[in-house]
Protein backbone atom coordinates (compact mmCIF):
# COMPACT_ATOMS: atom_id res chain seq x y z
CA UNK A 1 0.00 0.00 0.00
CA UNK A 2 1.69 2.83 -0.66
CA UNK A 3 1.89 5.99 1.45
CA UNK A 4 0.21 8.81 -0.88
CA UNK A 5 -3.38 6.48 0.15
CA UNK A 6 -2.88 6.74 3.71
CA UNK A 7 -4.42 10.43 3.61
CA UNK A 8 -7.96 8.56 3.02
CA UNK A 9 -7.45 6.67 6.29
CA UNK A 10 -9.33 8.72 8.43
CA UNK A 11 -12.73 8.54 6.08
CA UNK A 12 -12.31 4.99 5.70
CA UNK A 13 -11.94 4.46 9.44
CA UNK A 14 -14.53 6.74 10.21
CA UNK A 15 -12.61 8.54 12.72
CA UNK A 16 -15.01 11.35 13.94
CA UNK A 17 -17.26 8.72 15.02
CA UNK A 18 -14.85 5.91 15.83
CA UNK A 19 -12.87 8.52 18.35
CA UNK A 20 -16.27 9.81 19.84
CA UNK A 21 -17.45 5.61 20.12
CA UNK A 22 -13.83 5.74 22.46
CA UNK A 23 -14.81 8.51 24.15
CA UNK A 24 -18.10 7.15 25.42
CA UNK A 25 -15.65 3.85 26.70
CA UNK A 26 -13.86 6.90 28.80
CA UNK A 27 -17.53 7.61 30.16
CA UNK A 28 -18.12 4.10 31.10
CA UNK A 29 -15.07 3.95 33.22
CA UNK A 30 -15.07 6.90 34.75
CA UNK A 31 -18.32 6.30 35.79
CA UNK A 32 -16.75 3.45 38.12
CA UNK A 33 -13.29 4.90 38.41
CA UNK A 34 -12.85 8.39 38.45
CA UNK A 35 -9.43 8.65 37.70
CA UNK A 36 -7.26 8.57 34.37
CA UNK A 37 -4.65 5.45 34.22
CA UNK A 38 -3.01 3.25 32.36
CA UNK A 39 -6.25 0.74 31.84
CA UNK A 40 -8.15 3.52 30.81
CA UNK A 41 -5.66 4.28 28.15
CA UNK A 42 -5.22 0.90 27.13
CA UNK A 43 -9.12 -0.01 26.84
CA UNK A 44 -10.27 3.18 24.87
CA UNK A 45 -7.43 2.26 22.13
CA UNK A 46 -8.54 -1.21 22.48
CA UNK A 47 -12.36 0.21 22.08
CA UNK A 48 -10.52 2.32 19.32
CA UNK A 49 -9.18 0.18 17.25
CA UNK A 50 -12.13 -2.29 17.48
CA UNK A 51 -14.45 0.51 16.04
CA UNK A 52 -12.05 1.41 13.24
CA UNK A 53 -11.71 -1.90 12.49
CA UNK A 54 -15.41 -2.37 12.07
CA UNK A 55 -15.80 0.96 9.92
CA UNK A 56 -13.34 -0.32 7.56
CA UNK A 57 -15.22 -3.51 7.15
CA UNK A 58 -18.52 -1.53 6.27
CA UNK A 59 -17.02 0.23 3.68
CA UNK A 60 -16.19 -3.10 2.71
CA UNK A 61 -19.62 -4.35 2.38
CA UNK A 62 -21.27 -1.39 1.68
CA UNK A 63 -18.64 -0.31 -1.62
CA UNK A 64 -21.58 -0.78 -4.16
CA UNK A 65 -24.75 1.45 -1.81
CA UNK A 66 -22.42 4.08 -1.95
CA UNK A 67 -21.02 4.14 -4.84
CA UNK A 68 -24.59 4.68 -5.42
CA UNK A 69 -25.59 7.87 -3.43
CA UNK A 70 -23.90 11.44 -3.50
CA UNK A 71 -23.68 11.86 0.01
CA UNK A 72 -21.26 8.79 0.18
CA UNK A 73 -19.63 8.17 -3.89
CA UNK A 74 -16.72 9.63 -2.92
CA UNK A 75 -15.88 7.56 0.11
CA UNK A 76 -12.34 5.74 -0.33
CA UNK A 77 -13.82 2.25 -2.39
CA UNK A 78 -16.23 3.92 -4.59
CA UNK A 79 -14.14 6.90 -5.31
CA UNK A 80 -11.25 4.52 -5.85
CA UNK A 81 -8.42 5.76 -3.54
CA UNK A 82 -8.57 2.65 -1.14
CA UNK A 83 -8.64 -1.38 -3.15
CA UNK A 84 -11.79 -3.04 -1.58
CA UNK A 85 -8.67 -5.79 -0.30
CA UNK A 86 -7.01 -2.99 1.52
CA UNK A 87 -10.03 -2.13 3.13
CA UNK A 88 -11.26 -6.03 3.99
CA UNK A 89 -7.19 -6.48 5.53
CA UNK A 90 -7.15 -3.09 7.44
CA UNK A 91 -10.64 -3.97 8.88
CA UNK A 92 -9.76 -8.03 10.28
CA UNK A 93 -6.16 -6.40 11.17
CA UNK A 94 -7.99 -3.62 13.26
CA UNK A 95 -10.75 -5.67 14.91
CA UNK A 96 -8.06 -9.09 16.13
CA UNK A 97 -5.59 -6.15 17.23
CA UNK A 98 -8.24 -4.27 19.37
CA UNK A 99 -9.71 -7.69 20.63
CA UNK A 100 -6.39 -8.73 21.99
CA UNK A 101 -5.60 -5.41 23.81
CA UNK A 102 -8.69 -6.00 25.33
CA UNK A 103 -8.05 -9.46 26.55
CA UNK A 104 -4.04 -9.78 27.22
CA UNK A 105 -4.07 -6.04 29.15
CA UNK A 106 -7.70 -5.67 30.73
CA UNK A 107 -10.31 -8.62 30.87
CA UNK A 108 -12.17 -11.22 29.12
CA UNK A 109 -15.41 -9.69 29.36
CA UNK A 110 -14.44 -6.51 27.46
CA UNK A 111 -13.15 -8.20 24.77
CA UNK A 112 -16.30 -10.14 24.77
CA UNK A 113 -18.22 -7.01 24.53
CA UNK A 114 -16.18 -5.66 22.19
CA UNK A 115 -16.38 -8.87 19.78
CA UNK A 116 -20.07 -8.60 20.41
CA UNK A 117 -20.60 -5.22 18.94
CA UNK A 118 -18.10 -5.76 15.76
CA UNK A 119 -20.90 -8.72 15.41
CA UNK A 120 -23.66 -6.81 16.03
CA UNK A 121 -22.78 -4.07 13.59
CA UNK A 122 -21.27 -5.92 10.89
CA UNK A 123 -23.30 -9.02 10.48
CA UNK A 124 -26.35 -8.34 12.01
CA UNK A 125 -27.22 -4.42 11.32
CA UNK A 126 -25.52 -3.98 7.98
CA UNK A 127 -27.34 -6.74 6.39
CA UNK A 128 -30.53 -5.56 7.97
CA UNK A 129 -30.84 -2.06 7.25
CA UNK A 130 -31.01 -3.15 3.39
CA UNK A 131 -34.31 -5.34 4.30
CA UNK A 132 -36.03 -3.27 7.11
CA UNK A 133 -36.00 0.52 8.01
CA UNK A 134 -36.83 0.34 11.27
CA UNK A 135 -33.71 -2.02 11.72
CA UNK A 136 -31.92 1.28 13.52
CA UNK A 137 -33.52 0.31 16.75
CA UNK A 138 -31.80 -3.48 17.33
CA UNK A 139 -29.31 -1.64 15.73
CA UNK A 140 -28.90 1.45 18.30
CA UNK A 141 -27.76 -1.18 20.58
CA UNK A 142 -24.19 -0.62 18.89
CA UNK A 143 -23.71 2.61 20.44
CA UNK A 144 -24.48 1.03 23.79
CA UNK A 145 -21.77 -1.00 24.28
CA UNK A 146 -18.69 1.33 24.52
CA UNK A 147 -19.71 2.72 27.83
CA UNK A 148 -20.60 -0.56 28.90
CA UNK A 149 -17.18 -1.90 27.78
CA UNK A 150 -15.23 1.40 29.81
CA UNK A 151 -17.27 0.11 32.69
CA UNK A 152 -16.58 -3.57 33.37
CA UNK A 153 -12.71 -2.36 32.24
CA UNK A 154 -12.96 -0.61 34.71
CA UNK A 155 -13.85 -3.45 37.62
CA UNK A 156 -17.81 -2.93 37.26
CA UNK A 157 -20.73 -5.25 37.03
CA UNK A 158 -22.43 -5.76 34.01
CA UNK A 159 -25.94 -5.64 35.55
CA UNK A 160 -25.29 -2.62 37.50
CA UNK A 161 -28.34 0.10 37.03
CA UNK A 162 -25.90 2.75 36.62
CA UNK A 163 -24.26 1.50 33.84
CA UNK A 164 -27.77 0.63 32.69
CA UNK A 165 -29.37 4.22 32.91
CA UNK A 166 -25.56 5.14 30.83
CA UNK A 167 -25.89 2.58 27.98
CA UNK A 168 -29.94 3.51 27.79
CA UNK A 169 -29.00 6.85 27.10
CA UNK A 170 -26.86 6.06 24.12
CA UNK A 171 -29.43 3.65 22.73
CA UNK A 172 -32.23 6.25 22.59
CA UNK A 173 -29.87 8.87 20.86
CA UNK A 174 -28.74 7.05 17.91
CA UNK A 175 -32.46 6.35 16.83
CA UNK A 176 -33.20 10.15 16.09
CA UNK A 177 -29.70 10.66 14.81
CA UNK A 178 -30.23 8.42 12.41
CA UNK A 179 -33.96 9.20 11.14
CA UNK A 180 -32.79 12.72 11.12
CA UNK A 181 -30.90 11.68 8.26
CA UNK A 182 -33.46 9.39 6.94
CA UNK A 183 -35.12 12.84 6.27
CA UNK A 184 -32.20 14.80 5.12
CA UNK A 185 -31.26 12.45 2.48
CA UNK A 186 -34.45 10.18 1.58
CA UNK A 187 -33.51 10.21 -1.74
CA UNK A 188 -30.21 9.09 -1.40
CA UNK A 189 -31.38 6.15 0.53
CA UNK A 190 -34.00 5.18 -1.87
CA UNK A 191 -31.73 5.60 -5.01
CA UNK A 192 -29.28 3.09 -3.16
CA UNK A 193 -32.35 0.23 -2.34
CA UNK A 194 -32.14 0.74 1.14
CA UNK A 195 -35.79 0.56 2.57
CA UNK A 196 -36.59 4.54 4.10
CA UNK A 197 -39.32 5.13 6.97
CA UNK A 198 -40.75 6.86 4.35
CA UNK A 199 -42.51 3.43 2.82
CA UNK A 200 -44.42 3.71 5.81
CA UNK A 201 -45.13 6.85 7.23
CA UNK A 202 -45.26 10.19 5.48
CA UNK A 203 -42.79 13.18 6.19
CA UNK A 204 -44.97 14.68 9.06
CA UNK A 205 -45.45 11.52 10.99
CA UNK A 206 -42.19 10.93 10.68
CA UNK A 207 -40.78 14.04 12.16
CA UNK A 208 -43.34 13.43 14.80
CA UNK A 209 -41.89 10.11 15.97
CA UNK A 210 -38.23 11.77 15.59
CA UNK A 211 -39.26 14.54 17.88
CA UNK A 212 -40.66 11.60 20.59
CA UNK A 213 -37.68 9.91 20.24
CA UNK A 214 -35.67 12.99 21.33
CA UNK A 215 -38.10 13.23 24.10
CA UNK A 216 -37.35 10.36 25.38
CA UNK A 217 -33.69 11.34 24.74
CA UNK A 218 -34.35 14.35 27.12
CA UNK A 219 -36.34 11.68 29.93
CA UNK A 220 -33.33 9.25 29.58
CA UNK A 221 -30.96 11.97 30.67
CA UNK A 222 -32.71 12.93 33.47
CA UNK A 223 -32.75 9.61 34.81
CA UNK A 224 -29.25 9.52 34.74
CA UNK A 225 -28.77 10.69 39.02
CA UNK A 226 -31.39 8.61 40.19
CA UNK A 227 -28.84 6.09 39.23
CA UNK A 228 -25.99 7.46 41.47
CA UNK A 229 -24.01 8.27 38.01
CA UNK A 230 -24.65 12.04 39.12
CA UNK A 231 -24.55 12.57 42.88
CA UNK A 232 -24.50 16.59 43.07
CA UNK A 233 -27.60 18.60 42.48
CA UNK A 234 -25.88 21.15 40.35
CA UNK A 235 -24.84 18.25 37.90
CA UNK A 236 -28.54 16.98 38.08
CA UNK A 237 -29.93 20.82 37.21
CA UNK A 238 -27.74 20.66 34.59
CA UNK A 239 -28.67 18.25 33.43
CA UNK A 240 -32.40 19.13 33.36
CA UNK A 241 -31.73 22.54 31.88
CA UNK A 242 -30.34 20.97 28.86
CA UNK A 243 -32.84 18.47 28.46
CA UNK A 244 -35.52 21.44 28.48
CA UNK A 245 -33.07 23.19 26.04
CA UNK A 246 -33.07 20.30 23.58
CA UNK A 247 -36.89 19.47 23.67
CA UNK A 248 -37.92 23.43 23.25
CA UNK A 249 -34.97 23.40 20.36
CA UNK A 250 -36.26 21.05 18.75
CA UNK A 251 -40.02 21.24 18.26
CA UNK A 252 -39.61 22.88 14.88
CA UNK A 253 -39.32 19.85 13.29
CA UNK A 254 -43.17 19.01 14.01
CA UNK A 255 -43.78 22.23 11.93
CA UNK A 256 -40.82 22.66 9.50
CA UNK A 257 -39.74 18.85 8.92
CA UNK A 258 -39.14 19.62 5.09
CA UNK A 259 -36.73 22.47 5.72
CA UNK A 260 -32.83 21.30 5.73
CA UNK A 261 -31.84 23.96 8.08
CA UNK A 262 -34.08 22.59 10.15
CA UNK A 263 -33.32 19.15 10.38
CA UNK A 264 -29.61 20.05 10.13
CA UNK A 265 -30.12 22.05 13.23
CA UNK A 266 -31.71 19.24 15.32
CA UNK A 267 -29.32 16.88 14.55
CA UNK A 268 -26.51 19.38 15.40
CA UNK A 269 -28.38 19.84 18.94
CA UNK A 270 -29.09 16.23 20.02
CA UNK A 271 -25.02 15.73 19.19
CA UNK A 272 -23.84 18.61 20.90
CA UNK A 273 -27.17 17.60 23.55
CA UNK A 274 -24.89 14.58 24.16
CA UNK A 275 -21.72 15.88 24.73
CA UNK A 276 -22.90 18.14 27.26
CA UNK A 277 -24.33 15.27 29.42
CA UNK A 278 -21.33 13.16 29.25
CA UNK A 279 -19.15 16.54 29.78
CA UNK A 280 -21.50 17.07 32.63
CA UNK A 281 -21.66 13.11 34.38
CA UNK A 282 -17.76 13.08 33.82
CA UNK A 283 -16.69 16.01 35.70
CA UNK A 284 -19.10 14.79 38.41
CA UNK A 285 -17.44 11.94 38.80
CA UNK A 286 -13.40 13.42 38.56
CA UNK A 287 -14.34 16.66 40.45
CA UNK A 288 -17.16 16.05 42.91
CA UNK A 289 -15.94 12.73 44.06
Known amino acids: MSLSKLKYFPELLKMRITIFV ?29 ACGASALNHFQEKETDALMKRTKNRPIPGGYISPVEAFLTGITLILLGAAILLYFINLLSMILGITAFIWYNVIYTPMKRKNAMAVVP ?4 GAIPPVIGWVAAGGELTHPAIISIALFFFIWQIPHFWILVLLYNEDYKGAGF ?15 TYAWIAGLAVSSMMIPLFSV ?3 LISAFLILFVSLWLIWKSYPILNNYFEKMILRKA ?17 DKLIIN
Do not use: E, H, K, W
Request: glycine letters at 6%.
Open 22 to 50: AFSATIGYIMYRPVFDADLLISNFGVFLL
Open 139 to 142: GAII
Open 195 to 209: PTLFDNFNAVQIGRI
Open 230 to 232: SNS
Open 267 to 283: FLNINLFVLIVTVIISL
